[in-house]
């Protein structure tokens, strides 16, 4: 079982970009897919999470406040992925991003079980 998190790059103020959650091994569909980042110095904080499809999940969303209105979680189930778009980016937003897959919705690292590498999101004019 892998998650492997990619897309991250540098870019300026205002700009937007997309990073995609990719797995081996499992199914993301069934899982809630869990975007954290993590900046120097600081703990690593939740940024979105959406839930699993099918059965009683309704495939919802969550956004920490602090990205929502910029951000968009969203599945592609064909193609076994999860992206966060992400827009009007600012230097805030600079930080390692990983995606994670749990059980169930939550904005909490502890609700997940599989973690991927990260990909480094660089903010910078």
């Known amino acids: 079982v892998q998650l492997q998190a990619s897309g991250g790059g540098l870019v300026q103020p205002g700009d937007s970009l997309t990073l995609s959650c990719t797995a081996s091994?499992?199914?993301?569909?069934?899982?809630?897919i869990g975007w954290f980042r993590q900046a120097p110095g600081k703990e690593r904080e939740a940024v979105s999470c959406?839930?699993?499809?099918?059965?009683?999940?309704?495939?919802?969303?969550t956004y920490a406040p602090s990205v929502k209105g910029r951000f968009t979680i969203s599945r592609d189930i064909a193609k076994n992925m999860v992206y966060l778009q992400m827009s009007s980016l600012k230097p805030e937003d600079a930080a390692i991003y990983y995606c994670?897959?749990?059980?169930?919705?939550?904005?909490?690292?502890?609700?997940?079980?599989?973690w991927g590498q990260g990909t480094q999101v660089t903010v910078s004019s």
């Open positions: 959406i839930a699993s499809t099918g059965g009683n999940s309704d495939g919802g969303t």
């Open positions: 091994g499992f199914t993301l569909q069934y899982y809630t």
């Open positions: 994670a897959a749990g059980p169930w919705p939550s904005m909490e690292p502890d609700g997940y079980d599989y």
